[in-house]
């Protein structure tokens, strides 16, 4: 990110008012989004749901939820036009300082093994497999697996 746009990003808190907008991200980058659902339930529940903003656009957002020590990354999208930039390691950041603030040692997520830019992004900032969930994603071709991707989170600076 240059520091021109670095700027004119902001990082909030989403809410309801927001869903809209991160629907149309999910379905310009998913052949499987998340639906309307999925969203209202996340911020019904108390999840912690962020987005990224430059000049007021909604270009990517995170859905976390934490639990006493554990914080699980539900999801994190960057619209297709940002992809590349450094935005998705600016959230994932983000969402990472979350948790450990929260009082989470351990973040965990669910990456889909085609999805190679992520798992790129996980692999990068530390995060190792620890599991595979069979036939967890729709695909398609029937299903796909998850991979369970595990990130001890340490002590995170402001």
Same mark, same amino acid.
């Given at each position: 990110?240059? %520091?021109?746009?670095a700027a004119q990003v902001e990082v909030l808190p989403l809410s309801h008012g927001d869903i809209d907008e991160m629907l149309a991200v999910e379905r310009r980058i998913y052949p499987?989004?998340?639906t309307r659902g999925n969203f209202v339930d996340s911020? %019904? %529940?108390?999840?912690?749901?962020w987005g990224c903003r430059v000049a007021a656009e909604l270009i990517g957002y995170f859905v976390l939820m934490l639990a006493v020590d554990e914080a699980h990354l539900l999801n994190l999208s960057v619209s297709e036009k940002r992809q590349g930039a450094g935005f998705g390691a600016y959230l994932?950041?983000?969402a990472m300082r979350s948790a450990r603030r929260a009082g989470a040692t351990v973040l965990l997520l669910e990456?889909?093994?085609s999805n190679a830019r992520a798992l790129a992004l996980y692999q990068h900032?530390?995060?190792?497999q620890i599991g595979v969930r069979r036939g967890y994603y729709a695909a398609e071709a029937g299903r796909e697996d998850a991979l369970v991707l595990q990130h001890i989170l340490e002590e995170v600076s402001a």
């Open positions: 990110m240059n %520091a021109v746009l499987f989004p998340w911020i %019904a %529940a108390g999840y912690s749901v994932l950041r983000h990456v889909r093994p900032f530390g995060f190792q």
